[in-house]
């Protein structure tokens, strides 16, 4: 059963990230590019989720789960954040992470073999410089963008950002409480990438035409 619910979340989450690749097709939008790999991170790492729950954890699934769940999900979605307000340069700068990235989850040594049926603990089988650093440095900084954006963003796109915010929080819980099993972490990604799907996708209101705003005006004047 917990193979088969992370393999679910990751059967969904994929679906999730091709309708933003797709999407970026057709309009081009970077963050969508971005947000598209966001996605497809927690996919592969609910995939890892269930390798580990199906044949038990060896090393390859840790670094598995570990570069997608642990160094790349939080720093995309940040990047993502970051692309859709404009700042420049985001896109070059998260290619050269991400190639970081996945040079450290490969390379790295593990100081103990990953084994048994629960989720590895990252401080048991990784030294703290470069590989735990690193994740923090992009979990950190990732999810502080993502926050700032969608914080800054609420008056003018209330119901996408707080989806957002909310996506983000069942994320940080879901890493918080790895230590249930494979099946609960997976559960917390899937609802987070639904959460953050629907609140990037949301649509803004439209603020009302100017005339219609001098008109209400002028019919409250005394």
């Not at 966001?38 to 570990?66: E, K, M, N, Q």
Request: net charge positive; no cysteine.
């Amino acid at each position: 059963m917990e193979a088969l619910l992370a393999f679910v979340a990751t059967l969904i989450s994929l679906r999730l990230s091709a309708d933003l690749a797709r999407r970026y097709r057709e309009r081009r939008a970077p963050e969508l590019l971005i947000w598209a790999g966001a996605l497809a991170a927690f996919a592969i790492g609910s995939g890892a989720l269930a390798w580990g729950a199906a044949a038990g954890w060896s090393d390859p699934a840790f670094r598995v789960y570990y570069l997608f769940g642990g160094l790349l999900a939080a720093a995309l979605l940040g990047a993502g954040s970051l692309a859709r307000i404009g700042v420049r340069g985001i896109s070059p700068l998260i290619l050269v992470y991400v190639g970081l990235a996945i040079g450290v989850a490969v390379a790295v040594p593990l100081s103990l073999p990953a084994a048994g049926d629960s989720i590895p603990e990252a401080q048991a089988h990784l030294a703290l410089f470069p590989a735990r650093v690193l994740a923090i440095l992009g979990n950190s900084l990732g999810t502080l963008a993502a926050v700032a954006v969608a914080v800054a963003g609420l008056r003018r796109r209330p119901f996408g950002n707080a989806l957002i915010l909310a996506g983000l929080l069942v994320a940080a819980l879901g890493s918080a409480l790895a230590g249930l099993g494979e099946a609960e972490t997976a559960l917390f990604s899937l609802v987070a990438a639904l959460l953050l799907y629907g609140g990037f996708l949301a649509p803004t209101p439209a603020s009302p035409p100017l005339a219609d705003a001098h008109a209400a005006s002028a019919g409250s004047a005394p």
